[in-house]
């Protein structure tokens, strides 16, 4: 085991996502390891046997394979703009309970066999949530940004990108102003950079307070 921690991440993934935004605003250095999901590389799954990312192997050997509690861990370790400070533990529960089934069963309802219709009209109650929340300040919990719209946004963006132009159309503009902004921040721009699937023997890609390794392609889509 090396000095740094090992993170086991998919770039898609939302819950990856605020793993890697809060790894990144930490500045906590650490190596990126893109997984393939239908080819899992045997060390992610010995390190963490339930198969799923983010999973964050610390050097004394300990893995932490929850997204919240690695986001917790990094800011833990380093939190120079205050992201423990803005964080709402019920609303992101909310955000991860009934907003993700909503959303899986909206995107995949050939998968979950589901109404997508009324999959989407309950997952826009709860951004409806949001928007009121927006209404007294930029970000969820404050002016500026924190853990809770890290935690959230990765999920509102996948809800956003099912049907583009019905979700432009929604009376939400507080909600598509704040999830715009954060799209188009270059910390979004440095962990959504592109790698290929890790392998044996691959020179390690290390991040560090720039959160942007420097070898990937930093497309957003």
């Known amino acids: 085991m090396g000095t740094d921690p090992i993170l086991y991440s998919f770039r898609r993934c939302p819950y990856a996502m605020r793993a890697r935004l809060a790894l990144a605003v930490s500045g906590v250095?650490?190596?990126r390891r893109e997984v393939?999901?239908?080819a899992k590389p045997a060390e992610m799954l010995e390190a963490s046997p339930k198969g799923t990312v983010p999973v964050l192997v610390l050097p004394v050997g300990a893995v932490i394979d929850e997204s919240?509690?690695?986001m917790?861990?990094?800011l833990g370790h380093s939190d120079p703009d205050g992201w423990l400070d803005r964080?709402?533990?019920?609303?992101?529960?909310a955000?991860?309970?009934?907003?993700?089934?909503?959303?899986d069963r909206y995107k995949y309802p050939e998968r979950h066999d589901s109404d997508a219709a009324a999959h989407r009209a309950?997952?826009?109650?709860?951004?409806?949530t949001l928007e009121a929340r927006l209404a007294t300040s930029a970000n969820l919990c404050d002016e500026s940004e924190g853990l809770a719209d890290a935690a959230i946004m990765p999920f509102a963006r996948q809800f956003s990108a099912v049907e583009p132009e019905w979700f432009a159309a929604q009376p939400l503009p507080r909600v598509q102003a704040w999830l715009g902004r954060h799209l188009a921040s270059p910390r979004f721009a440095a962990i959504m950079e592109r790698l290929p699937p890790w392998q044996p023997g691959d020179a390690p890609v290390m991040v560090g307070e720039s959160g942007w390794s420097g070898k990937g392609n930093r497309?957003?889509?």
Do not use: M
Request: glycine share 8%; proline share 5%.
């Open 95 to 103: 955000n991860d309970g009934g907003f993700k089934h909503d959303l």
């Open 29 to 31: 250095r650490h190596e």
């Open 68 to 70: 919240l509690d690695i």
């Open 219 to 221: 497309e957003t889509a």
């Open 122 to 128: 309950s997952g826009l109650e709860f951004l409806a």
């Open 87 to 93: 964080h709402d533990p019920a609303l992101v529960a």
């Open 36 to 38: 393939k999901l239908p």
């Open 72 to 74: 917790v861990w990094a």
